[in-house]
């Protein structure tokens, strides 16, 4: 196995619960996953190497129950802004420039969402959030039309009072990455694109068709 400082081998632990009773409410639509990134030693022993989060959004069963697909986006600031920049005004149908995106091939409605992806610093840099990526994708992209997310360096994002929160931003060290927003955002954009993410034109959005067969990820990490 890859196993060293800088490339371990590395593991994604969450832990998740649903209601096996549905509210009726939005909350059943949408399904939030936090997680660890755990690295894993010789000796089974396991470490933090970075956090991730992500949404499943089932705008199918949202729409056989006559569910408000915005509502449902509207759970969290996190997804809230997806609805416009993939839907706008042309629910229950993808907006113009989503189609173009995606070729106008579509087979499905839901929706994967990216949210974030965070590192500690002695394990950038090295290709393996893109393997991560991938992983997450091929893990909870089925049944979906596509894969979203919104490249944002997250030494800009506003900082929390949460002291967990606090330490852990210490531990990432964001105030040691570029300080320029406008081509850290270009930077990660380009990242996100190796593995086929393209813009939805004039938003901060990006996204992938489920049915794009996912590069070689060695081959892009070269």
Not at 184 to 193: C, I, P, R, V
Not at 196 to 218: Q, V
């Amino acid at each position: 196995m890859m196993n060293n400082d800088r490339n371990p081998f590395v593991v994604l632990s969450w832990v998740s619960e649903s209601s096996v009773v549905e509210s009726g409410e939005p909350d059943d639509f949408l399904y939030e996953v936090d997680g660890n990134v755990l690295g894993v030693d010789d000796n089974d022993d396991r470490f933090m190497v970075g956090k991730f989060r992500i949404y499943y959004v089932n705008v199918a069963q949202a729409m056989d129950r006559n569910m408000s697909v915005f509502d449902v986006f509207d759970l969290h600031a996190h997804t809230v802004g997806y609805y416009d920049a993939i839907f706008g005004n042309h629910y229950p149908d993808f907006t113009e420039k989503v189609m173009k995106v995606l070729e106008y091939d579509v087979v499905d409605s839901n929706i994967l969402i990216l949210d974030r992806l965070e590192l500690l610093p002695k394990y950038r840099g090295q290709g393996l959030g893109l393997k991560i990526i991938c992983h997450i994708i091929k893990r909870f992209s089925m049944g979906t039309a596509l894969v979203a997310t919104k490249p944002f360096p997250l030494q800009f994002e506003n900082k929390s009072s949460n002291e967990d929160d606090k330490k852990w931003r210490a531990e990432l060290k964001l105030a040691q990455l570029p300080k320029n927003e406008l081509l850290a955002t270009k930077k990660l954009s380009e990242h996100y694109g190796k593995l086929g993410f393209r813009k939805i034109s004039r938003t901060p959005y990006m996204l992938r068709s489920t049915a794009w067969i996912l590069p070689d990820i060695e081959s892009v990490i070269g």
